[in-house]
């Protein structure tokens, strides 16, 4: 077995390590903590959208996980390619969302953490 680690899928590991404790973090005070306050949002929308906060922090973490998994096992291509292409289709929808509803995509950043997360695995897939 080869214990050489691929260095590039292991940053997109540490990448989408980062974007998860920022998520959890400064997600949490900045909006899961707002919703979960708001008087004017009626319980179901109000706790399917706190639960979808939580599925972004669960997919961020099993996304970190499988990186580092691919970047250990070379025969874990096909890990890598999905976990690139879901990283990839978060930025273009974070991109894509902030368009389409006339904000800045300086405003909705959630495209930031993606694209090096999406750079590392391409490169970490073609290495």
Known sequence: MNFDLNPW???????????????????????????????????????????????????????????FYAAWDPHSVGLSVTWTL??????????????WKGLSPLEMLQWVFFVPIVLFGLVGIMY
């Open 9 to 67: 899928l292991s940053a997109a590991g540490v990448a989408a390590a980062f974007a998860a404790l920022i998520h959890f973090f400064a997600g949490g005070r900045e909006i899961a903590r707002p919703l979960l306050e708001a008087g004017d949002i009626a319980p179901i929308p109000k706790y399917t959208n706190y639960y979808c906060w939580h599925l972004v922090t669960i997919i961020l973490i099993a996304m970190s996980a499988g990186f």
């Open 86 to 99: 879901v990283a990839a289709a978060f930025a273009i929808w974070s991109l894509g969302l902030s368009m």
